[in-house]
């Protein structure tokens, strides 16, 4: 993959930041990257843990993040479409199609990119980005479900609030030990530029 020196830790406010992701985004091995991503996601889903009415745990988190760090925050727009429709077609649970939870998937894996594409991993960094998309998996998952189903938005909110809370800490310590695992490799495969400072993730 092409990475150019001089933009590896460019702000999003930069343009050099925005040219590094449309390299990106043309890029045939961020492509495959992202085709297995949603392959992982895909079969990530199927073990999920129902929490409720349209609530469930699932680790297929893990895998957008890795796409939204490798493929940059124009191209994870398109990874979070097309994984979570391929995902609805192959393992909905019997839940509806709306294109709201397709919104949702690629507002996380852009908040995820914007944290994580091209930048120094923290342990500060994957905390902010997991609160965030918490906070808006919360805000329009309770959206969507007050629009199919019967019950209010508070009601959703309530119980979405609850799960996410609870859930955030496991979350963000099963994506530090993700990240801290496989960072190393990739760095060495060359999908993303050395975003490790040693052999830890620092803080």
Known sequence: MLIREKHLFASPLSKGYWTEAAVSLRDLRCMLFAA???????????????????LSISITFLAR???SLVYGPLGCLIFAAA???????VSSGGYPYFPGYMLTTMMGCYIYALFFYRSKITVKRIILAKVLTNIQNVL???????????????FYMTASLVK???YLP?????????????LPAMQRQHLIPAQMEGDRIPW
């Open 36 to 54: 297995l991503m949603i392959a992982a996601c895909i079969v990530l889903s199927r073990f999920k843990i129902p929490m409720g009415e349209n």
């Open 65 to 67: 993040a890795l796409c």
């Open 83 to 89: 994984e979570d429709t391929l995902s609805f077609f």
């Open 140 to 154: 329009l998952g309770s959206l969507w479900s007050a629009i199919l189903y019967s019950k209010g938005y508070l």
């Open 170 to 182: 496991v979350q963000i310590l099963l994506m530090v030990m993700l990240f801290q695992l496989l």
């Open 164 to 166: 996410n809370v609870l």
